[in-house]
């Protein structure tokens, strides 16, 4: 079974643009949840999605956001980019989402705005 | 704000020697869950504790939980250079989102 797939894996982008990144979840997973790892800040909790709703949000900005697709596959969107966006944007899939099930992480998508 | 906060932030050990890391946590949980991260890639489940566990074994992995401390600790018995990577506990306080601490980075010396 394939595992998670990110797209891409790194990206530059400048600041004020926009950025979309993608996540295909393992076969079978309707659980999507997105995280955001920075030195400074370790990983942050930004969304989750659960056939195609979105569930529970952290504590991110609106530029923030994110959408699932009937076939699970998740994308998320940060527009007007900051130096501070600068990360790596890690999504996780699991059957449900339920804290007692493994959650299955991707590469990440590498994100450098400069 | 994180819930979990691993100690030390970094070890260095000998091929061979055992490996301690801990994670204390703020509230209350369901359960805590142990995390590997190779170098700036995707994590790795580990093993998964439930609050009314106290001890829980996998492999050469073994975790304990004390509720009353709010702390866990993950041990690594006889290490290898291949369990070099960054250690995170992921805690679930609300049964919606995992709060994952600052993690502990293990270097494994050949």
């Known amino acids: 079974k394939a595992g998670v797939t990110q797209t891409p894996r790194y990206l530059i982008k400048t600041r004020g643009q926009q950025v979309t990144l993608s996540c295909s979840p393992i076969s079978g997973h309707r659980s999507v949840s997105w995280y955001q790892q920075t030195p400074g800040q370790g990983l942050q909790f930004l969304f989750e999605?659960?056939?195609?709703?979105?569930?529970n949000k952290g504590n991110f900005p609106g530029r923030f956001s994110g959408r699932q697709f009937s076939n699970s596959r998740s994308e998320m969107n940060v527009s007007t980019l900051e130096l501070g966006d600068s990360a790596l944007y890690l999504c996780?899939?699991?059957?449900?989402?339920?804290?007692?099930?493994?959650?299955?992480f991707g590469p990440g998508t590498r994100l450098t705005v400069l | 704000s994180q819930q979990g906060e691993e100690d030390p932030q970094a070890l260095s050990i000998q091929e061979g020697e055992n490996a301690t890391m801990n994670c204390s946590y703020k509230?209350?949980?369901?359960?805590l869950q142990w995390y590997r991260q190779n170098s700036g890639r995707g994590l790795v489940h580990l093993i998964l504790i439930r609050s009314n566990e106290r001890e829980k074994h996998s492999g050469r992995l073994r975790v304990t939980l004390d509720t009353s401390k709010k702390s866990s600790s993950l041990l690594i018995t006889a290490s290898r250079a291949a369990d070099t990577a960054s250690y995170f506990c992921a805690t679930d306080r609300t049964g919606n989102q995992f709060y994952f601490g600052t993690g502990t980075s293990l270097t494994v010396i050949p």
């Open positions: 996780a899939s699991s059957l449900v989402w339920d804290s007692y099930n493994e959650q299955f």
């Open positions: 999605y659960f056939s195609e709703t979105q569930r």
């Open positions: 509230t209350s949980i369901n359960n």
